[in-house]
């Protein structure tokens, strides 16, 4: 669903955004999103996974760390972290990695058409610190290491066919990536404090085995615009990639992404924002900053990211408050679930079912803080369509 208001806001007016560096003030340019009511009200006590959700909602606890699935003999990884769904027949597959160094890799668990579980095996090994990543319009899972020189390995959620590297995407500190199947490209966000955002345009849409990687270019401080130039090399040795094009865009923390209605998302945890581009008109501002908020900040830490069917973004915490927050149309944020007794944790991997209807995520370190008490969780609840 189009998002009309703040998050779909055309550069030519209104209030504040910060542009290049600098606060900028536009004729018509949309506020970021503020502090309000939840569309799914108030979070209620905590339940018995201690996870406080709003009335109607219930959690369950999918799988642990260093635990065998329940219903399978499969072991879940440490550390979870980015993750999306498959429809899989009648039911579907949850897709997560693991954020450890070495071993890390990825993870599966797939569910009947009730969601009763069927299965979990393993989908990616011998990899790097596999942060976040992104699905395929071909169903693919692409695992992205959060390492100097990382590279992005393109899995199958199935686990038949087995994971491939993907040099032609860069090398760099990899997080999250978003498929754009309009423009035929995927985005890809950058973990340093002078991280870049980048996309990768393959030879082939459907392949990613040869392309193109490109950098944003900020264009004028008054416009809010961008362009795309290509990185001369996506190996990043000896000059890495964010340092090889005059004039790339840099964003503190690059996290999760989204992309969705000719409109791609994404976060930047070291000044806590969510940045929107528009790329029918190739302009960018902001979704939300909490230096611009009014009031208490309802969102800390941002990390990964996500949408549902009706044009909510869902931002998971790093740290913080350990919540999931809602940025809706109307452009308020909100908290739509809070985990409690995990303050030494952080929520990853959001991601819905096909239905629409369940809401997983995983707290990577749980209440013990450590990379082997993580906790894969279920939502499931009346969600806006």
């Known amino acids: ?17 910060v542009l290049g560096g600098t606060l900028w003030r536009g004729a018509a340019y949309a506020a970021p999103a503020q502090p309000g009511t939840s569309p799914y009200g108030a979070l209620g006590s905590p339940d018995a996974n201690g996870i406080r959700l709003p009335s109607g909602f219930t959690s369950r606890v999918i799988a642990r760390s260093g635990q065998t699935v329940p219903g399978t003999s499969y072991t879940w990884h440490n550390a979870p972290d980015g993750g999306a769904c498959y429809a899989d027949g009648t039911g579907w597959i949850y897709v997560s990695n693991s954020e450890i160094n070495p071993s890390g890799g990825a993870s599966a668990v797939r569910f009947s058409s009730t969601g009763t579980v069927t299965g979990a095996y393993r989908i990616l090994s011998g990899t790097r610190q596999n942060c976040a990543g992104g699905k395929t319009p071909w169903n693919t899972w692409l695992s992205c290491e959060e390492v100097s020189l990382g590279h992005v390995y393109e899995t199958d959620p199935w686990g038949v066919n087995a994971a491939v590297q993907r040099p032609a995407m860069g090398r760099f500190k ?43 270019v900020a264009g004028s401080a008054t416009s809010g615009s961008f362009t795309w130039a290509n990185v001369p090399d996506p190996d990043g040795s000896p ?3 964010r340092t090889q094009v005059s004039g790339a865009k840099s964003f503190n923390g690059g996290e999760g992404c989204h992309y969705a209605d000719d409109t791609v998302w994404f976060t930047t945890k070291g000044d806590n924002r969510v940045w929107q581009l528009d790329l029918t008109n190739n302009t960018y501002q902001l979704a939300y900053d909490d230096s611009l ?93």
């Open 293 to 385: 908020v009014s009031g208490t900040a309802p969102l800390t830490g941002v990390d990964n990211i996500t949408g549902s069917a009706s044009g909510d973004l869902f931002v998971a915490e790093d740290g913080g408050n350990m919540e999931i927050c809602v940025i809706t149309p109307a452009d308020v944020v909100a908290p739509f679930l809070r985990v409690d007794g995990q303050s030494g944790s952080e929520i990853t991997g959001p991601a819905f079912s096909p239905d629409g209807t369940r809401l997983y995520f995983s707290s990577q370190r749980g209440t013990s803080g450590s990379s082997s008490g993580g906790i894969t969780y279920e939502v499931r609840g009346p969600f806006r369509a």
């Open 1 to 17: 669903m189009e998002r009309r208001t703040v998050l779909r806001a055309a550069v030519l007016g209104g209030s504040s955004a």
């Open 239 to 241: 000059t890495t990639t």
């Open 174 to 216: 990899h997080e999250a990536a978003a498929a754009d199947p309009v423009r035929k490209v995927v985005y890809l966000t950058e973990d340093e404090t002078d991280g870049r955002f980048y996309r990768f345009v393959p030879t082939t849409w459907g392949s990613l085995a040869s392309g193109t990687l490109q950098v944003m």
